[in-house]
């Protein structure tokens, strides 16, 4: 085969082979065996054979030929290959100008490309394209580009693009086509008169439309007017003048706004340019910040405030003014906090059968709309429930409180902006118990003590401590008592015989009473406490020790001494034994009250 290819551009050569392998692949142009350099690659991969020509120039014009090779033979394909001259890429030598052209007249525009031939043209406003058709029409004549608006209307405004594309490129130009409003004047009434007479016609008018190009110079001015036809005159007077604004949606009545959020306010505006917006907040006039924002495009007024708080709430106005009037739209604009609870109901642990008051102070702007629930059902007024709101206070009156009534109580407090809830558990009281008892404790005299009991029951709880048949413990330097985090403490600060004992640690709230009790033995020697005149004879006798006491004139006779383990005493009196009348067992202590026959001789 023979093909043209244009100089300056890449060219591949391909041929496929079929074959057993190992096949080799040769190039030739013109006969002459063809080598890779830079603008010259062979490959031969999966049965293909390519020859790339990165770049073609006029002497690559020749024969071309393929030689595969294998073990059984061989085969040849050959095609020549003819470089021409380089295309020219299409160039506009002259661009069509920006137009301004009044509304309802047409449009023209051209443009002359040059380059190779074929060219084709296309036409797109703002990047969409155009066809001929409708209220368009194009053509291309020697070289030259031209698009016609039929009539152009408001919508024809934008950018016009010419591109012009070939074989070696292609090229773009651009216009802008601006569409200038018109003016349609409304005929006063007119006299009608014929020539050489005069006469007045009422009630006759004739209307007919007069379509006048009103330049900003002539802006409510008064143009005479005057239409002849066979002998009748027609005058009128038209007056040029422009649209003034009007609001064609206006921002709602009234705002809402969280506090902390963007405040937007919008409205859209029709009527004849310039349009100079202001707006208002009671009655100032607001200036762009960091925080304002305010904008007018495509006829919307935007006015935008960030971060709003209080300060923000009021009346705002927007104004439109341009040369024919002014006209303005107004809203109002309340910036509310969303409600947060700044006091919360305590849980509640209280008996059966009394009545329960769970109250919260609400922060925000009112009004609130409150409304309680528990275990998620809406708790409303009956004779077991009273719910009040009153101000930013909310209250629930649980009456007579019993078991279906405990359990978790919520109250959520909403307002236009928002909402918050709070929640508190209402349960019965539970009785103290011990959760680590009192326990049996042996020391010696002399040494500290501590007696604990680890308590549980719901506060408050009270803290008695009792020995042996119930004698309340005082503090004293020697003892000292306290209940914190729910450990009940005795502690002895050095031990005495008068210690040992039972001990009673009582414990008591409003739902009930508990006690639990330990004994404290005190170890050490036995002593003689309360003597006049003594005399000790430990040779003849085994402990516990023991005493004579002689008075003069002896009735009777008391010996006191402590005991740990409660050893049986005997008493002698001259190797005779004394009964024992009374004995006193208490506080770990043996007394004994003697009964002595005296005679003032003996």
Same mark, same amino acid.
């Given at each position: 085969?023979?093909?043209? $290819?244009?100089?300056?551009?890449?060219?591949?050569?391909?041929?496929?082979?079929?074959?057993?392998?190992?096949?080799?692949?040769?190039?030739?142009?013109?006969?002459?065996?063809?080598?890779?350099?830079?603008?010259?690659?062979?490959?031969?991969? /999966?049965?293909?054979?390519?020859?790339?020509?990165?770049?073609?120039?006029?002497?690559?014009?020749?024969?071309?030929?393929?030689?595969?090779?294998?073990?059984?033979?061989?085969?040849?394909?050959?095609?020549?290959?003819?470089?021409?001259?380089?295309?020219?890429?299409?160039?506009?030598?002259?661009?069509?100008?920006?137009?301004?052209? &009044?509304?309802? !007249?047409?449009?023209?525009?051209?443009?002359?490309?040059?380059?190779?031939?074929?060219?084709?043209?296309?036409?797109?406003?703002?990047?969409?394209?155009?066809?001929?058709?409708?209220?368009?029409?194009?053509?291309?004549?020697?070289?030259?580009?031209?698009?016609?608006?039929?009539?152009?209307?408001?919508?024809?405004?934008?950018?016009?693009?010419?591109?012009?594309?070939?074989?070696?490129?292609?090229? %773009?130009?651009?216009?802008?086509?601006?569409?200038?409003?018109?003016?349609?004047?409304?005929?006063? &009434? %007119?006299?009608?008169?014929?020539?050489?007479?005069?006469?007045?016609?009422?009630?006759?008018?004739?209307?007919?439309?007069?379509?006048?190009?009103?330049?900003? !110079?002539?802006?409510?001015?008064?143009?005479?007017?005057?239409?002849?036809?066979?002998?009748?005159?027609?005058?009128?007077?038209?007056?040029?003048?422009?649209?003034?604004?009007?609001?064609?949606?206006?921002?709602?009545?009234?705002?809402?706004?969280?506090?902390?959020?963007?405040?937007?306010?919008?409205?859209?505006?029709?009527?004849?340019? !310039?349009?100079?917006?202001?707006?208002?907040?009671?009655?100032?006039?607001?200036?762009?910040?960091?925080?304002?924002?305010?904008?007018?495009?495509?006829?919307?007024?935007?006015?935008?405030?960030?971060?709003?708080?209080?300060?923000?709430?009021?009346?705002?106005?927007?104004?439109?003014?341009?040369?024919?009037?002014?006209?303005?739209?107004?809203?109002?604009?309340?910036?509310?906090?969303?409600?947060?609870?700044?006091?919360?109901?305590?849980?509640?642990?209280?008996?059966?059968?009394?009545?329960?008051?769970?109250?919260?102070?609400?922060?925000?702007?009112?009004?609130?709309?409150?409304?309680?629930?528990?275990?998620?059902?809406?708790?409303?007024?009956?004779?077991?429930?009273?719910?009040?709101?009153?101000?930013?206070?909310?209250?629930? $009156?649980?009456?007579?409180?019993?078991?279906?009534?405990?359990?978790?109580?919520?109250?959520?407090?909403?307002?236009?902006?928002?909402?918050?809830?709070?929640?508190?558990?209402?349960? %019965?009281?539970? &009785?103290?118990?011990?959760?680590?008892?009192?326990?049996?404790?042996?020391?010696?005299?002399? !040494?500290?003590?501590?007696?604990?009991?680890?308590?549980?029951?719901?506060?408050?709880?009270?803290?008695?401590?009792?020995?042996?048949?119930?004698?309340?413990?005082?503090?004293?330097?020697?003892?000292?008592?306290?209940?914190? /985090?729910?450990?009940?403490?005795?502690?002895?600060?050095?031990?005495?015989?008068t210690d040992v004992g039972k001990y009673i640690c009582q414990i008591k709230n409003d739902a009930g009473?508990?006690?639990?009790?330990?004994?404290?033995?005190?170890?050490?020697?036995?002593?003689?406490? $309360?003597?006049?005149?003594?005399? %000790?004879?430990?040779?003849?006798?085994?402990?516990?020790?023991?005493?004579?006491?002689?008075?003069?004139?002896?009735?009777?006779?008391?010996?006191?001494? &402590?005991?740990?383990?409660?050893?049986?005493?005997?008493?002698?009196?001259?190797?005779?034994?004394?009964?024992?009348?009374?004995?006193? $067992?208490?506080?770990?202590?043996?007394?004994?009250?003697?009964?002595?026959?005296?005679?003032?001789?003996?």
């Amino acid at each position: 085969g023979a093909w043209q $290819h244009p100089a300056g551009l890449p060219l591949k050569l391909m041929c496929r082979l079929n074959g057993s392998e190992p096949i080799t692949v040769t190039w030739h142009k013109d006969g002459v065996l063809l080598k890779d350099d830079h603008n010259v690659h062979t490959s031969f991969v /999966d049965n293909v054979a390519v020859l790339q020509l990165v770049q073609t120039e006029m002497n690559h014009t020749g024969q071309y030929s393929c030689t595969a090779t294998n073990s059984v033979g061989t085969a040849t394909s050959s095609a020549r290959l003819t470089v021409a001259e380089p295309k020219q890429a299409p160039v506009f030598d002259i661009k069509p100008e920006s137009i301004d052209v &009044p509304f309802g !007249e047409s449009a023209d525009f051209e443009c002359h490309v040059t380059g190779a031939q074929p060219i084709h043209i296309t036409w797109s406003k703002d990047g969409r394209e155009i066809r001929t058709g409708g209220n368009f029409n194009i053509t291309f004549t020697a070289n030259t580009a031209h698009l016609r608006v039929l009539r152009v209307g408001k919508g024809d405004s934008g950018q016009y693009t010419c591109q012009a594309s070939n074989e070696a490129g292609k090229d %773009f130009c651009s216009a802008q086509l601006s569409v200038k409003d018109i003016f349609v004047f409304d005929l006063l &009434p %007119f006299v009608e008169t014929l020539v050489g007479d005069a006469a007045n016609f009422c009630n006759r008018f004739i209307f007919f439309a007069v379509v006048f190009l009103c330049l900003p !110079e002539l802006l409510l001015s008064t143009v005479d007017f005057t239409w002849q036809t066979g002998m009748l005159s027609f005058s009128t007077y038209l007056l040029c003048s422009a649209e003034p604004p009007k609001f064609i949606k206006k921002p709602e009545a009234l705002r809402f706004v969280k506090q902390g959020d963007t405040i937007q306010l919008e409205c859209k505006i029709s009527g004849t340019p !310039e349009i100079r917006i202001v707006w208002y907040k009671n009655d100032q006039a607001l200036q762009a910040s960091d925080r304002l924002h305010m904008s007018f495009v495509d006829s919307v007024a935007t006015l935008t405030i960030l971060g709003a708080s209080a300060e923000d709430a009021g009346d705002y106005i927007c104004e439109a003014h341009n040369s024919a009037g002014t006209a303005s739209c107004s809203t109002s604009v309340t910036v509310k906090e969303p409600p947060v609870f700044s006091k919360v109901p305590s849980p509640v642990d209280t008996l059966k059968g009394s009545d329960v008051i769970l109250q919260c102070e609400i922060a925000g702007t009112p009004p609130f709309e409150v409304a309680w629930f528990k275990d998620r059902r809406q708790v409303r007024s009956s004779k077991k429930f009273k719910v009040t709101a009153k101000h930013s206070v909310a209250s629930l $009156h649980i009456l007579n409180l019993e078991s279906q009534d405990t359990g978790e109580y919520q109250c959520k407090a909403m307002n236009e902006v928002g909402s918050d809830t709070c929640t508190c558990p209402v349960k %019965f009281k539970e &009785p103290p118990r011990f959760a680590k008892k009192l326990s049996d404790t042996a020391i010696f005299i002399g !040494e500290p003590t501590a007696l604990q009991a680890v308590v549980e029951g719901s506060p408050p709880i009270s803290v008695v401590w009792l020995k042996d048949k119930g004698e309340v413990i005082r503090e004293s330097e020697n003892v000292q008592m306290w209940f914190m /985090d729910n450990i009940a403490t005795l502690e002895i600060a050095s031990a005495e015989g008068t210690d040992v004992g039972k001990y009673i640690c009582q414990i008591k709230n409003d739902a009930g009473m508990r006690e639990c009790s330990a004994f404290l033995q005190v170890l050490g020697g036995y002593s003689l406490l $309360h003597y006049r005149y003594c005399v %000790f004879q430990p040779a003849q006798l085994a402990l516990p020790a023991f005493a004579f006491c002689l008075y003069p004139v002896l009735t009777s006779l008391w010996v006191d001494f &402590p005991v740990t383990h409660r050893p049986l005493p005997s008493y002698f009196r001259t190797s005779s034994h004394l009964r024992e009348d009374r004995a006193d $067992h208490s506080n770990g202590w043996q007394s004994f009250y003697l009964g002595v026959q005296s005679r003032r001789n003996t």
